[in-house]
């Protein structure tokens, strides 16, 4: 069965950095396209980043997190990474990582498995 389990997140002041990690079993993610999600309290879920397969290699930002939120993976360890700089007060929110067959998609409805998400809180 596939499993996706977040961890990385933390309580951090803003400029401050973290690294999400995402690990999978039953999955490899060299074959899923791999998506990051975010919802803050009392917001919908918006997409954050994402890489397609390995085959494919395309990766995607949010505007909100270009140039400061970097996506990867490591195919040996099956874990997807979320590196994320120069965090805004902002950013503040619940993370999930997502996977899919076939491309990202920037909508949450696509992606066939979930991870429980992890909280990511930045203080001004």
């Known amino acids: 069965q596939a499993q996706l389990v977040e961890s990385g997140g933390g309580l951090v002041q803003a400029g401050d950095s973290l690294r999400l990690s995402c690990a999978a079993s039953?999955?490899?993610?060299?074959?899923?396209?791999m998506g990051w999600f975010r919802q803050a309290a009392g917001k919908e879920r918006e997409f954050v980043a994402g890489m397609d397969n390995s085959r494919s290699g395309g990766t995607y930002y949010a505007d909100s997190v270009k140039g400061r939120f970097t996506i990867s993976r490591d195919n040996v360890k099956s874990t997807v990474y979320l590196q994320m700089n120069s965090l805004k007060p902002e950013d503040t929110a619940v993370y999930y990582c997502?996977?899919?067959?076939?491309?990202?998609?920037?909508?949450?409805?696509?992606?066939?498995?979930w991870g429980q998400g992890t909280q990511v809180t930045v203080s001004s």
């Open positions: 039953g999955l490899p993610v060299s074959m899923y396209a």
């Open positions: 997502a996977a899919k067959v076939g491309r990202v998609v920037y909508g949450g409805m696509g992606y066939t498995y």
